[in-house]
């Protein structure tokens, strides 16, 4: 449950009901969707306390109604789902900690994303999520791995979607150059967070056929 401290200043905040009306549209919460949250997600680490105690955070959380992809609609279900991944993999304490940051903040801002055309990509969600996490750590793969969690996903619609093999490719090289030696770290992540709700897992067993230097885990 939240603290005492918590509750007080959420009690005072100025938080709204969630939208009914568009799941594109900004969404807020109340208290009791944000202790909902709290005991949904639980957060073991200070760190993952301080995302539930900041309001740009919270302000996410409820975000989102059912959608091809997201059938769970909100968003603090899908963290919950990818975080239920997580501890399905063989893995060590850092490597779940890390995992489980990214899973935190990576699709929290999507509520702000700016889906105008063209795209302003400063203002795709990812990158909000990593300039919100670059708030309180400045572990640079956390960073990286947060604002490309999507990039593998875009680089195979480039190429088997919209036949565009060159601009795909281009996007894995520079995705595999970013990350360098965590590639391990990122795979992972992406395949918790695609075999969650009804996504499409083609993006996964072709990154898992296709990229060399990945220890391939199934769950």
Request: glycine share 4%.
């Amino acid at each position: 449950m939240l603290n005492q401290n918590t509750l007080v200043n959420l009690a005072v905040s100025n938080l709204s009901e969630k939208s009914t009306e568009n799941y594109f549209a900004p969404v807020k919460h109340s208290l009791a969707h944000t202790e909902e949250a709290y005991d949904l997600l639980k957060p073991e680490t200070d760190l993952e306390r301080s995302f539930m105690a900041d309001e740009e955070f919270r302000a996410g959380l409820f975000w989102g109604k059912p959608r091809f992809g997201h059938p769970e609609g909100e968003v603090v279900y899908h963290i919950r789902e990818v975080l239920d991944n997580v501890d399905k993999l063989d893995i060590d304490a850092e490597m779940r900690r890390r995992l489980r940051i990214i899973t935190f903040v990576h699709d929290t801002f999507k509520h702000t994303e700016d889906r105008s055309r063209p795209r302003d990509w400063s203002r795709h969600h990812a990158a909000l999520a990593s300039n919100f996490l670059a708030k309180y750590t400045d572990e640079k793969i956390l960073l990286d791995v947060t604002a490309l969690h999507d990039e593998a996903y875009y680089a195979w619609r480039a190429i088997h979607l919209y036949d565009k093999e060159e601009n795909g490719k281009k996007r894995m090289k520079d995705l595999i150059e970013t990350v360098g030696d965590d590639l391990q770290l990122f795979y992972l992540f992406f395949k918790c967070d695609t075999q969650t709700g009804d996504k499409v897992q083609a993006p996964v067993r072709w990154f898992e056929e296709t990229i060399k230097g990945i220890e391939i885990t199934k769950f």
